[in-house]
């Protein structure tokens, strides 16, 4: 028997005599029960062209939804190249649409911004299922 210290921090601080190798177990036990309960959500990418065509959209956007449905976060980049970054306005209608197109299963979490050449936008699943 082994005398344990259960709350360092509670004024005065508790302690119990007890068998610490078996409080061990039962606290990992305790752990792993509760860590096999937990959802790990992932954030899978979709990039789109800026000038996607609309059968290659809706391709990407079911992706989207599946990934979405999951229970997944989905970050969605359009890569501006050469003389496409004069027309930021046109990726920003794309990323639009496409929230659009997912509204139904998804929440943006953050909404379309430029970072450099890449234009990204955020979204997650909604709460409730």
């Known amino acids: 028997m082994d005398l344990v210290c259960i709350s360092p921090n509670a004024e ?39 000038s996607i065509d609309v059968h290659d959209f809706e391709t990407k956007g079911r992706h989207a939804l599946r990934f979405l449905q999951d229970g997944n976060k989905v970050k969605v980049s359009i890569r501006f190249r050469g003389r496409e970054l004069g027309h930021p306005e046109i990726g920003l209608e794309t990323m639009k649409r496409f929230a659009e197109y997912c509204q139904e299963k998804s929440n943006v979490e953050k909404a379309a911004k430029m970072e450099g050449r890449n234009m990204i936008m955020f979204l997650s699943p909604k709460s409730g299922k």
Do not use: W
Not at 32 to 44: G, I, L
């Open 12 to 50: 005065p601080p508790v302690c119990k005599i007890m068998d610490y190798g078996k409080f061990r177990f039962e606290q990992a036990k305790r752990e792993k029960e509760a860590k096999k309960n937990q959802k790990v959500m992932e954030v899978k990418e979709i990039r789109l062209g800026l």
